[in-house]
């Protein structure tokens, strides 16, 4: 969080240079964290990231979830 309150300061500063540090920080923060860069785990299930819950085995469950039927 201190690397993103960098960030809101440099803009609010102006400062490109300080900005350009800030959100390379934010970068390694999140690469460290394991937010981004290789994926670090493999189970072998298929990834349903960036897709509709209705057009994934979740549907069900999801809907049971919202109180709605299937």
Same mark, same amino acid.
């Given at each position: /969080? $201190?690397?993103?309150? =960098?960030? %809101?300061?440099? /803009?609010? $500063?102006?400062?490109? =240079?300080?900005? #350009? !540090? #800030?959100?390379?920080?934010?970068? =390694?923060? %999140? *690469?460290?964290?394991?937010?981004?860069? @290789? *994926?670090?785990?493999?189970?072998?299930?298929?990834?349903?990231?960036?897709?509709?819950? %209705?057009? !994934? @085995?979740?549907? =069900?469950?999801?809907?049971?979830? /919202?109180?709605?039927?299937?």
């Amino acid at each position: /969080m $201190a690397a993103r309150r =960098e960030v %809101k300061a440099a /803009m609010a $500063a102006d400062d490109a =240079e300080r900005l #350009a !540090t #800030a959100r390379s920080s934010v970068n =390694e923060a %999140k *690469v460290a964290l394991g937010e981004r860069g @290789p *994926v670090w785990w493999n189970d072998g299930a298929q990834d349903f990231n960036r897709h509709l819950v %209705k057009n !994934t @085995p979740y549907r =069900e469950w999801y809907e049971q979830l /919202m109180g709605r039927q299937a």
